[in-house]
């Protein structure tokens, strides 16, 4: 019984670990500017420009 306590201790400590190394990771991601917000912006209103109007289908 006394192994079984020190793994589990030990693999709760690798996960507190991991866990920690993630919110690092997340936290060090650059936040996404506005250049590149407004760029794919103008890409999606220019793709709608370019594309062929939907037809609605006539009443009935």
Same mark, same amino acid.
């Given at each position: 019984?006394?192994?079984?306590?020190?793994?589990?201790?030990?693999?709760?400590?690798? #996960?507190?670990? =991991?866990?920690?190394?993630?919110? #690092?990771?997340?936290?060090? =991601?650059?936040?996404?500017? #506005?250049?590149?917000?407004?760029?794919?912006?103008?890409?999606?209103?220019? #793709?709608?420009?370019?594309?062929?109007?939907?037809?609605? $289908?006539? $009443?009935?």
């Amino acid at each position: 019984m006394h192994t079984q306590n020190q793994l589990a201790r030990l693999r709760a400590t690798d #996960l507190r670990a =991991k866990a920690a190394a993630h919110r #690092l990771a997340v936290e060090a =991601k650059p936040p996404v500017d #506005l250049r590149t917000r407004l760029g794919w912006t103008l890409v999606e209103v220019g #793709l709608r420009l370019a594309s062929p109007p939907r037809q609605t $289908p006539a $009443p009935a």
